[in-house]
């Protein structure tokens, strides 16, 4: 009790109060004394410490912090800055959590508006004195030379500094330290996950062979994304729409029909394997299979009249391509698509329809927010 009553005692006089002792002591015996009011005093003792560079009444202040509230990541922060401080740094003075603790401090650190945290938390940024003291305590730290890298490493992250900072761990650098088994641990367990995204396309339709009868046209696409690892699957529709370059003819009910205007489409799915895999570049070769169809406006005309029917041909579409994705942030891309699409219409007694396809077209996507796929981003790891 002397040592809490000393810690108060002295944080009253720095702080120009007038309350006796007996009042300290009788407030410190208060069964009501709550973790909140724990951390608004700590708020206010901490930085009138360090501004007086009285280093043990810091340690205080931490020790009967966490004795009353438990060990938290602003306790280890402190305790790691004023182990540096001190020449004294171990890495005793923090545990297995250290990896969250440092996300979660990220987080923290770059949110600038209403933010998710480390494990899915919300934060809206505030005022507070215990993180402005460690800022500018870890960056005068960090002007000193002759820092170990793992010194070094926690002043970088503490000063804000947090580019390229992580993908160190993975480094020979810090070989055999606990913070390297807690940060590939902390990898192990994020990754290899499925995500998704979807996405956009406008292109074109180029047929090749006797289908350039129906000419080049318009394409409109939608794709679903599954990506693990380095793998791709896919889910793809497409809409086409055009006139044909010349008059065609479509064979039904025992009749030839002319005609020249047609709707076409695909529906099928498709697997692909990334050769590139980086934060904001993705580029993938593609194959698919699907069911492939043009619907005809046949026209029938005599001196009287014209009648108007519909006839659609159907085709097994067997394509091959390449995918790539420009990743504008962690959460929209854009990019292009192009696959080469084998065809096996047949245009019984009609006009011969046999040939291929092209496709090209631009795309914008979007990726859903993924907790797991988010902390690998702030670990600085992209598989």
């Not at 001190?86 to 297995?96: I, P």
């Not at 945290?117 to 460690?134: A, M």
């Not at 996405?199 to 129906?214: C, D, E, M, R, S």
Request: charge should be negative; proline fraction near 2%; glycine fraction near 8%.
């Amino acid at each position: 009790m002397k040592r809490l009553f000393l810690i108060f005692g002295l944080a009253l006089a720095l702080g120009g109060y007038t309350q006796n002792r007996n009042d300290i002591e009788y407030f410190m015996s208060d069964t009501s004394f709550t973790c909140q009011d724990i951390n608004a005093h700590a708020e206010v003792l901490i930085p009138k410490y360090y501004e007086y560079s009285l280093l043990d009444s810091i340690n205080d202040v931490i020790w009967f912090w966490e004795e009353s509230c438990g060990v938290t990541e602003q306790t280890i922060r402190l305790k790691i800055l004023l182990a540096i401080e001190q020449n004294r740094f171990a890495e005793s003075v923090y545990d297995t959590n250290i990896i969250k603790d440092l996300l979660y401090y990220k987080s923290k650190a770059t949110c600038t508006s209403f933010c998710f945290l480390f494990e899915g938390e919300f934060y809206t940024p505030d005022q507070n004195n215990i993180d402005e003291i460690t800022l500018k305590w870890a960056k005068r730290l960090d002007s000193i030379p002759d820092k170990s890298p793992i010194e070094d490493f926690f002043l970088k992250i503490y000063s804000h500094q947090f580019d390229n900072q992580f993908s160190r761990l993975s480094t020979e650098t810090f070989d055999g330290t606990l913070l390297q088994k807690c940060y590939l641990k902390e990898i192990k367990k994020n990754s290899y996950t499925v995500n998704g995204n979807i996405h956009f396309g406008l292109g074109a339709w180029i047929p090749t062979g006797n289908l350039k009868l129906l000419g080049g046209t318009p394409n409109l696409s939608v794709q679903m994304d599954i990506n693990y690892k380095k793998w791709l699957f896919a889910g793809n529709f497409q809409m086409r729409f055009g006139r044909s370059s010349e008059v065609l003819q479509v064979y039904k009910s025992d009749s030839l029909w002319d005609c020249d205007k047609f709707l076409g489409g695909y529906l099928g799915m498709h697997s692909g394997y990334h050769l590139i895999k980086t934060r904001s570049n993705k580029f993938a070769l593609t194959a698919g299979i699907g069911w492939d169809f043009s619907n005809f406006t046949l026209k029938e005309s005599t001196e009287e009249d014209s009648t108007y029917i519909a006839r659609t041909l159907h085709s097994l579409n067997l394509n091959a391509g390449f995918s790539y994705k420009y990743y504008i942030d962690d959460w929209q891309f854009i990019g292009i698509n192009g696959r080469f699409h084998f065809l096996f219409y047949r245009n019984r007694k009609g006009t011969n329809l046999s040939g291929n396809a092209i496709t090209i077209g631009l795309i914008y996507g979007l990726v859903p927010y993924d907790a797991k796929r988010q902390n690998l981003i702030n670990l600085e790891y992209y598989e």
